[in-house]
């Protein structure tokens, strides 16, 4: 089975998604012949090196592993040319997945669904941000999250304990996105859950919890999430009554998404509740990502994750 392996692509996340891509690469089953489909920065595609046009692909792949990132990769519109090229691929359609990009968007539909998020703003490109920054501070107070409300990996993220970094704030993620969402800031743990369909005998799988171990100050970003020591605890302290709470609202977030195969969703865990920050369409599988970590809590190889994820696919 030829199977093409998307990564690069035009976002920020270029470089993520090459690891990411690498990772697919060096781990597909043995019964499946690896193609490096590369999406330069440019936007041009190439396979094993060469240029092609992505309606070729189906002459030379059987199906495509979605190892984009970020725009393009995440945001539904790779995956609806690979449904009007008749490309099977990894991961969810493309309207879950524009949903679940637009953060803001997301947040809505898990809202109606009774799942717990953290009060938001959302301001757009073009609004006064001196004004709007008093509106928030009347409406929830400091200390606040602040991030653009179309990108991952924590690109454009920031905290702010007053109006000045909020506005500082405002201004940063307004250079990724033209929709920024500030958030408040909701004391507790954060906890990373994988998500997959149909996997030991359950319709939807919840991985065990991944904890993220956050600075004393600040936000984790881009820096944190990819540095040589990754901040995430395979095996955190959760009570069971914390451990079934979590499992439970990763499956209802999942689901009232409308994912496929597999996702992230991440968590703050308080005494009381659980809130959903976001969710995560395309999870990173380079060996930082929580992902992978959460896959050998389980027992499961990535080898073994994507010939599962192959077969959801195909349809098998």
């Known amino acids: 089975m030829n199977v093409g392996v998307l990564r690069g ?27 490096d489909v590369l999406i330069m920065r440019d936007g041009s595609w190439h ?31 790779v995956q609806r040319l690979l449904e009007n090229i008749g490309l099977p691929y990894t991961g969810s359609r493309h309207f879950a997945a524009s949903t679940t990009f637009n953060k803001a968007a997301a947040k809505n539909i898990l809202s109606q669904a009774g799942i717990k998020v953290p009060r938001a703003y959302a301001l757009t490109a073009g609004e006064e941000i001196g004004p709007k920054a008093k509106e928030i501070f009347s409406a929830f107070c400091p200390p606040w999250i602040i991030k653009p409300a179309d990108n991952g990996s924590s690109i454009g993220i920031s905290l702010a304990r007053g109006i000045v970094e909020l506005i500082n704030g405002i201004e940063e993620a307004f250079r990724y996105s033209d929709t920024v969402l500030v958030e408040e ?22 991985l065990l919890p991944v904890e993220v171990r956050k600075p004393r100050i600040g936000v984790l970003g881009y820096a944190h999430k990819y540095a040589d020591e990754p901040p995430y605890l395979s095996a955190p302290t959760l009570n069971s009554e914390e451990k079934s709470r979590l499992e439970q609202t990763a499956r209802e977030a999942y689901r009232s998404l409308g994912l496929r195969h597999y996702a992230t969703i991440d968590c703050i865990v308080t005494p009381n509740h659980v809130y959903v920050l976001e969710a995560n369409s395309l999870p990173g599988l380079t060996p930082s990502s929580p992902f992978p970590q959460a896959l050998q809590t389980v027992g499961c190889s990535q080898r073994e994750f994507l010939g599962h994820v192959i077969n959801q696919a195909l349809g098998r």
């Open 9 to 35: 692509g035009i976002s920020h996340e270029y470089d993520v998604s090459l690891k990411t891509g690498g990772e697919v690469l060096r781990n597909l089953p043995e019964h499946c012949k690896p193609r």
């Open 47 to 77: 396979l094993d090196g060469l240029p092609i046009y992505p309606h070729e692909l189906p002459k030379h792949v059987d199906i495509a592993v979605n190892a984009l990132h970020g725009h393009f990769g995440e945001d539904g519109q």
């Open 185 to 206: 800031y909701i004391r507790g743990r954060e906890v990373v859950l994988g998500v997959m369909d149909n996997y030991r005998s359950q319709d939807t799988y919840v």
